[in-house]
């Protein structure tokens, strides 16, 4: 069975800023994806950025981007310049690429972005 | 197009009644889930369809728990007998086959049994 953690229930950050989230996960799969989700109040979950684990190149989504360290079992995301729309729950997932495509999530970052 | 809808936004229920949680995926995704998120919570994976099959319904906590896809499409939860620890977000999420491909979520449906 999977395991996602994060470990951070809250943060803050000023606007323009960067940020990071961390994540770590536990897992006897060599092959699997790793994602982070925001939730913002509306409830409605939305994918940020994902990483497939096979892939040493961390991935970058415009101002998001990821420190994957599979190694260490660590998968980090990295806002910049970060902005007041990016308040939000975020949520560390890992999905295996066989047997099951469910998504095992974290229980969560609430993300605040002050002035 | 359209993304994942969800039917009733929300819903209170007294303690043993029966509720049925609606979802629309999104036209032509054959993959679709249901989550159960508490509050506070990251969401836990319930059960999977892929077209009309339940490959898998190993995260349903109890034998109150029953999902349906009968077409392939619309999917239903439903829980029989409700008590107050079902109170929660139902999610459901919709994506194409394979673990790589996006899952996209709908909006939830918020239980709360009284």
């Known amino acids: 069975a999977q395991t996602v953690t994060q470990s951070q229930p809250e943060m803050s950050v000023q606007e323009a800023e960067t940020v990071t989230l961390s994540c770590t996960y536990d897992t006897s799969e060599s092959n699997y994806y790793l994602f982070w989700y925001k939730q913002p109040p509306s409830r409605q979950m939305i994918l940020v950025i994902r990483?497939?684990?096979?892939?040493?190149q961390n991935a970058t989504e415009n101002r998001f981007s990821v420190n994957f360290q599979k190694a260490a079992k660590s998968f980090s995301l990295k806002i910049s310049d970060s902005q007041l729309g990016d308040t939000a729950m975020y949520f560390c997932a890992f999905r295996p690429t066989g047997g099951g495509n469910k998504l095992t999530f974290g229980t969560g970052t609430q993300l605040k972005v002050e002035l | 197009g359209a993304g994942v809808s969800q039917s009733p936004r929300y819903k209170v229920a007294k303690r043993g009644q029966d509720v049925a949680l609606r979802c629309d995926p999104i036209s032509g995704h054959v993959s679709l889930f249901w989550y159960q998120q508490a509050l506070g919570q990251g969401p836990e994976f319930l059960t999977y369809f892929q077209n009309e099959a339940q490959l898998d319904k190993s995260g349903l906590p109890s034998d109150r728990f029953f999902a349906e896809r009968p077409e392939g499409s619309v999917s239903t939860l439903k829980i029989q007998r409700t008590q107050q620890e079902d109170s929660a977000v139902y999610l459901c999420?919709?994506?194409?086959?394979?673990?790589?491909?996006?899952?996209?979520f709908g909006p939830g449906t918020r239980l709360t049994v009284l």
């Open positions: 999420a919709s994506s194409l086959t394979g673990a790589y491909n996006e899952q996209f």
């Open positions: 990483q497939e684990a096979y892939k040493q």
